[in-house]
């Protein structure tokens, strides 16, 4: 792999002095889902699938681009003083948002860069291309200029770059998930204060399979700010009578007792998802600390019915493909991850049943929604490095 990035990225740039190889993965979100923008838990783990990227220092201030994913579009230059998003730049808004992120935050990136990327996880997916470029940019930034900054920075810098430089209202899951990864583990992150810890993913006999929609969603989509609005309503209503600073505070029973303070019957429902949800994804957590894989799997398959009738985020092509993996001997638990309209599913499915979940949700899928989906047989993965 690394040879063939920097034989690549020779033919792009004449030649590969001072070049190094990076990769950063991309993120699976296994439970706890539209919870971290309030205040809630999330449960995801980083891959290892993800983008690589072959950068070296110019000497002057110049920045060239290039991504083998949208190699049509050639070397895409820019420079250092010119950090503004537009239009025209492309998916370079991402990489040079991180640099404007970073001087906006007090660091001076004395020279441009050459850089090529080429990702193997499907972009606009929600298994979070763009966070993974953005941390792979702070990677790259850091291992070049000595920044001295930690993961959990590269994690908020890519947030913040992503919010401000291209005006996507994401929080902090994607990029804390990507940037904090560690092999064979998921990260329970609690999104009200960002203290986490490590659970072990132990898939004895089983694997993640990712179905991506091929539906896509683009997370500006006024459906995302919608929920998030409704939610920001919900939340001021109930602290009319509770004493609480986001969904993620309350236990199902806090909930219940206090949800009559909702003045919409549209709200209360995802207030009750916001809430619900945050409560499995703890119990998901404990029920993989004792090995209760089972128990696992069902909280994953009440996670999308939840997305699916109170957040109604789902949409036929995700409820096609969980509700057909429900069908299928071997399935462990099914659900929609990312933000949903869209993006694809996570399936915890025994090994011998993989192939014909493939072949059964696929055709099935095809069938229903009139084009393909694709499938990933997927491992969990350590975080951004230097290969
Ligand atoms: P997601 O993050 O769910 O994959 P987004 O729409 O947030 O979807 O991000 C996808 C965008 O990120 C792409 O359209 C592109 O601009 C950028 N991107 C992701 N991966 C690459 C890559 N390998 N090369 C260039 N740009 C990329
Ligand atoms: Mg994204």
Same mark, same amino acid.
């Given at each position: 792999? #690394?040879?063939?990035?920097?034989k690549?990225?020779?033919?792009?740039?004449?030649?590969?002095?001072?070049?190094?190889v990076?990769?950063?993965?991309? !993120?699976?979100?296994?439970?706890? =889902?539209?919870?971290?923008?309030?205040?809630?838990?999330?449960?995801?783990?980083?891959?290892?699938?993800?983008?690589?990227?072959?950068?070296?220092?110019?000497?002057?201030?110049k920045?060239?681009?290039?991504?083998?994913?949208?190699?049509?579009?050639?070397?895409?230059?820019?420079?250092?003083?010119?950090?503004?998003?537009?239009? =025209?730049a492309? %998916?370079?808004?991402?990489?040079?948002?991180?640099? %404007?992120?970073?001087?906006?935050?007090?660091?001076?990136?004395?020279?441009?860069?050459?850089?090529?990327?080429?990702?193997?996880?499907?972009?606009?997916?929600?298994? /979070?291309?763009?966070a993974?470029?953005?941390?792979?940019?702070?990677?790259?930034?850091?291992?070049?200029?000595?920044?001295?900054? /930690?993961?959990?920075?590269?994690?908020?810098?890519?947030?913040? /770059?992503?919010?401000?430089?291209?005006?996507?209202?994401?929080?902090?899951?994607?990029?804390?998930?990507?940037?904090?990864?560690?092999?064979?583990?998921?990260?329970?992150?609690?999104?009200?204060?960002?203290?986490?810890?490590?659970?072990?993913?132990?898939?004895?006999?089983?694997?993640?399979?990712?179905?991506?929609?091929?539906?896509?969603?683009?997370?500006?989509?006024?459906?995302?700010?919608e929920r998030?609005d409704?939610?920001?309503?919900?939340?001021?209503?109930?602290?009319?009578?509770?004493?609480?600073?986001?969904?993620?505070?309350?236990?199902?029973?806090?909930? =219940?007792?206090?949800?009559?303070?909702?003045?919409?019957?549209?709200?209360? #429902?995802?207030?009750?998802?916001?809430v619900?949800?945050?409560? !499995?994804?703890?119990?998901?957590?404990?029920?993989? =600390?004792?090995?209760?894989?089972?128990?696992?799997?069902?909280?994953?398959?009440?996670?999308?019915i939840?997305?699916?009738?109170?957040?109604?985020v789902?949409?036929?092509e995700?409820?096609?493909?969980?509700?057909?993996? %429900?069908?299928?001997?071997g399935?462990?638990?099914?659900?929609?991850?990312?933000?949903g309209?869209?993006?694809?599913?996570?399936?915890?499915?025994?090994?011998?049943?993989?192939?014909?979940?493939?072949?059964?949700?696929?055709?099935?899928?095809?069938?229903?929604?009139?084009?393909?989906?694709?499938?990933?047989?997927?491992?969990?993965?350590?975080?951004? !490095?230097?290969?």
């Open positions: 792999m #690394k040879e063939t990035l920097l690549a990225f020779g033919e792009v740039y004449g030649d590969t002095e001072g070049a190094k990076f990769f950063a993965p991309g !993120r699976v979100n296994l439970i706890g =889902e539209h919870t971290d923008y309030n205040g809630g838990h999330v449960f995801p783990c980083a891959l290892t699938i993800g983008t690589y990227g072959v950068a070296r220092v110019r000497k002057d201030k920045l060239r681009f290039y991504s083998m994913n949208f190699g049509h579009l050639g070397v895409i230059e820019s420079g250092l003083d010119d950090l503004k998003p537009a239009k =025209e492309g %998916w370079t808004n991402y990489p040079k948002g991180v640099m %404007w992120a970073f001087k906006e935050k007090g660091y001076q990136i004395p020279f441009g860069l050459d850089i090529l990327l080429n990702g193997n996880i499907p972009n606009g997916s929600g298994l /979070s291309s763009s993974s470029v953005e941390v792979l940019t702070g990677y790259v930034l850091k291992e070049f200029f000595g920044f001295e900054v /930690s993961n959990q920075d590269l994690a908020l810098i890519g947030q913040f /770059s992503e919010n401000n430089f291209n005006g996507v209202n994401c929080g902090i899951m994607d990029q804390f998930a990507i940037a904090m990864g560690k092999k064979d583990h998921a990260i329970f992150l609690d999104t009200a204060d960002l203290s986490y810890t490590y659970a072990p993913v132990k898939l004895e006999g089983m694997k993640l399979v990712i179905a991506s929609s091929n539906k896509k969603r683009g997370l500006g989509d006024s459906k995302y700010n998030r409704e939610c920001e309503m919900a939340l001021a209503e109930l602290q009319k009578v509770v004493d609480i600073n986001g969904l993620g505070d309350l236990t199902q029973e806090q909930f =219940e007792a206090n949800k009559s303070a909702i003045k919409d019957i549209v709200r209360a #429902k995802r207030a009750k998802h916001a619900y949800e945050n409560q !499995r994804t703890i119990k998901a957590v404990k029920a993989l =600390e004792e090995n209760d894989i089972a128990q696992f799997g069902q909280l994953m398959n009440e996670s999308h939840s997305l699916r009738d109170d957040y109604e789902t949409g036929a995700l409820d096609t493909l969980v509700e057909e993996a %429900w069908k299928i001997d399935v462990v638990g099914s659900r929609m991850t990312g933000a309209f869209g993006g694809c599913t996570v399936s915890l499915v025994k090994d011998e049943a993989i192939d014909t979940f493939i072949s059964k949700v696929g055709e099935a899928y095809r069938r229903k929604i009139g084009y393909k989906a694709d499938f990933y047989v997927v491992e969990v993965g350590d975080g951004p !490095r230097t290969l």
